[in-house]
């Protein structure tokens, strides 16, 4: 997908260079000069195109093109047999992955991010410059003629424009897509015109460039003399021995400390802040940032029963570990047909965290002063004197099935808790008590708050007056203790039922839960859980008529979505991210 919209990217070459272009004299022009090669790397795994890229690119992307690395992604969308098909929609009339490139392609293709020309660049490759940020392809090449072949091909139908630059030709054709409706869709949300794209390439002995501005691939030639290159940094080598490195369908890597030093102008401009000092103040920020961080590297791989992916940002200085949670309580206080659940740990320290961090982004002081603020007139309490002592422990947020309490008034069978684990129970019960005051006094008597029974456990109820005898209140809010140690916040006394004191089966016992999170680190901060399932079921029972409108295909891929779940975690050296997308084979 990346090296598609690569292949139809829109930055045009200035009239000034077109007018150094050389008409060819022949449809597939044969490159003769070879750009001296650096010695192959002895790291096993080194991907051909890494030993041609400088060592500080801003970021990389490596799309694995074997037809193994796919070959369980096709399992798990059979409707999709060429998980390259989507590609083709970008692609020039009459081109065929399958047939015209994959033949000669091979190893790993890297679509390299670069910064705008540096000063050190030749006026001969410079002409032509910009802040944008800078992209280009790099395609290892097994079979020369095989690529003649596609050049040939892709040229066939138009007088392509030449140039030569030391003694390499660079083609620019017009290549006209057809991309299907879906992708015409998501083209005009972004404001990306589909129609006419231009593409620059240059063949090497080894490689093909591929970019949307000759000026790029100029860069790129200029970059071979003298190259460092990204084969011998020993943290992209780092990357190159992650254990899921040769199953990735996906791997990236990028410099941190590049990145932010490149681009920091571009984010100050586009972060809306119009203050001289606090754009100083931001640009600041973003310096500090980048000594945290040394490099960043992204993994997505298959597995019989879903999708795996993984990020992990390598801290500059290895700092004391936090401890995380080891192995969670909350979990079991959940239900197992739950939609979504948030959990984590010790909203207080979090808090203070924020607060440090604030040191480090003081464009955040305004929003926790707003919080701050916000707090005693939304519930009658000091957040930091009332609410932070007792929130010490686990929490989990969720959205989970009941055809009771306050979003039966809208119709849906949908209920909101908020499960909270402390070691202070006389402060939580404290701040109850506040609530219930302040929340008699600002309703106006519309709201009764009184104590009801719910599976034997005393439970705080706010409801609603009935409407007449024979109607029974309505309970919008409820509250109560499942255990000493834990606290249940509701809409209502009816889907607290499911929850109070514990659930019929808890989400730990979930099959698509389980499945989701038994490969995933167990030492985290929490878990973010989407039920894929039971979201599209519940949006199918609320408009049946969408499954018959919907795509038979697009239903078939739907349906076969289980759940999926994110964690966070760290360790000494890294801050790393792991994910799960749960897929049924059909």
């Not at 790397?41 to 890494?50: C, F, S």
């Not at 970021?59 to 399992?75: K, M, P, R």
């Not at 047939?99 to 001969?124: G, H």
């Amino acid at each position: 997908m990346v090296l598609a919209s690569l292949l139809v990217s829109i930055n045009p070459v200035t009239s000034e260079s077109r007018s150094t272009l050389i008409k060819p004299t022949a449809p597939a022009p044969q490159i003769v000069q070879k750009i001296d090669r650096i010695p192959k790397a002895e790291l096993t795994g080194m991907p051909v195109a890494a030993k041609f890229l400088p060592d500080r690119v801003t970021g990389v992307i490596f799309l694995n093109t074997s037809s193994e690395a796919w070959s369980s992604l096709t399992q798990l969308f059979p409707a999709r047999q060429n998980p390259f098909s989507l590609l083709e929609e970008f692609l020039p009339k009459d081109i065929q992955f399958r047939t015209d490139i994959q033949p000669w392609l091979t190893d790993r293709v890297a679509i390299a991010v670069f910064a705008a020309p540096n000063q050190k660049a030749s006026k001969e490759s410079s002409k032509e410059t910009s802040k944008n940020p800078q992209v280009i392809a790099i395609l290892p090449v097994k079979d020369r003629v095989k690529l003649d072949r596609f050049l040939a091909k892709l040229v066939k139908s138009q007088t392509p424009v030449e140039q030569d630059y030391k003694g390499i030709k660079i083609l620019e054709v017009q290549a006209e897509v057809r991309p299907s409706g879906e992708i015409i869709k998501i083209a005009e949300m972004i404001d990306l015109d589909l129609k006419q794209r231009k593409i620059a390439i240059a063949a090497l002995p080894e490689y093909l460039l591929v970019s949307s501005n000759a000026e790029v691939i100029k860069q790129q030639i200029d970059a071979q003399t003298n190259l460092k290159p990204l084969s011998n940094r020993l943290e992209f080598q780092r990357t190159v021995k992650h254990p899921q490195w040769d199953r990735s369908i996906v791997a990236a890597y990028s410099d941190y400390k590049i990145l932010l030093e490149q681009f920091s102008e571009a984010l100050v401009d586009r972060s809306g802040i119009s203050s001289p000092s606090e754009r100083k103040i931001f640009a600041n920020s973003i310096d500090k940032e980048a000594k945290l961080y040394s490099t960043y590297e992204g993994f997505i791989w298959t597995q019989p029963d879903g999708i795996r992916s993984q990020s992990i940002a390598y801290l500059t200085t290895p700092s004391p570990i936090e401890p995380a949670i080891k192995s969670s309580q909350i979990l079991a206080q959940l239900p197992a047909d739950t939609y979504v659940s948030i959990s984590s740990r010790s909203f207080r320290e979090q808090w203070f965290y924020l607060l440090q961090t604030t040191k480090l982004y003081p464009t955040l002081k305004p929003i926790i002063d707003g919080v701050r603020e916000f707090t005693p007139q939304l519930v009658g309490m000091d957040l930091e004197r009332d609410i932070l002592p007792w929130l010490d422990g686990e929490y989990a947020v969720i959205l989970f099935p009941s055809n009771k309490g306050f979003f039966q008034s809208f119709d849906l069978n949908l209920s909101l808790a908020l499960v909270v684990q402390t070691t202070n129970q006389a402060a939580a019960n404290a701040a109850l008590a506040k609530l219930s005051k302040f929340a008699k006094s600002v309703t106006g008597g519309s709201f009764k708050v009184t104590q009801r029974l719910v599976n034997k456990r005393s439970v705080t109820s706010w409801e609603t007056p009935a409407p007449n005898k024979k109607t029974a209140p309505q309970s919008v809010f409820a509250y109560g203790w499942a255990n000493r140690n834990t606290l249940i916040f509701t809409t209502g006394t009816g889907p607290m039922a499911a929850l109070n004191p514990k659930p019929a089966l808890s989400l730990t016992q979930a099959p698509i839960f389980k499945t989701a999170i038994q490969d995933l680190p167990q030492s985290n901060y929490g878990y973010f859980f989407m039920s894929g399932k039971g979201l599209i079921q519940l949006v199918y029972d609320k408009n049946p008529d969408l499954t018959k409108i919907t795509p038979t295909n697009v239903r078939r891929m739907l349906n076969s979505i289980q759940g999926s779940v994110v964690v966070y975690s760290n360790t000494a050296d890294r801050f790393q991210s792991d994910s799960f997308l749960g897929i049924s084979r059909r």
